[in-house]
Nanobody, 127 residues
Framework: QVQLVELGGGSVQAGGSLRLSCAASGYTSSNHCMGWFRQAPGKEREGVAAISSSGFSARYADSVKGRFTITRDNAKNTVYLQMNSLKPEDTAMYYC????????????????????WGRGTQVTVSS
């Protein structure tokens, strides 16, 4: 059974940092593209960052470029999202997701392309 578990959410002040992690089980994560998504109340789920199965390719939403970094450790079946210089508009439920395939060179940020989802972790940034 495929399972994704996100950890690391919390409440921080603007300008602070958080590191999210997503532990995968039930499949070989090195064969899967991984992504982080977020959804704020009343808004659609949006792609934040995605990384290819090898970890060599990454993509970011314009709103987080230069502030967020996605990485992965395939030996630990874990993907991370380092979030720096957090802003109140980053407040949302953050989800990790997995897509079957390598997605070399172009990890997608479209939530509809992902096959497996975690339950999410809340991030709240106060001004």
């Amino acid at each position: 059974q495929v399972q994704l578990v996100e950890l690391g959410g919390g409440s921080v002040q603007a300008g602070g940092s958080l590191r999210l992690s997503c532990a995968a089980s039930g499949y070989t994560s090195s064969n899967h593209c991984m992504g982080w998504f977020r959804q704020a109340p009343g808004k659609e789920r949006e792609g934040v960052a995605a990384i290819s199965s090898s970890g060599f390719s990454a993509r970011y939403a314009d709103s987080v470029k230069g502030r967020f970094t996605i990485t992965r450790d395939n030996a630990k079946n874990t993907v991370y999202l380092q979030m720096n210089s957090l802003k109140p508009e980053d407040t949302a439920m953050y989800y990790c997701a997995a897509l079957r395939g390598s997605c070399y060179g172009y990890p997608p940020l479209n939530p509809g392309e992902y096959n497996y989802w975690g339950r999410g972790t809340q991030v709240t940034v106060s001004s």
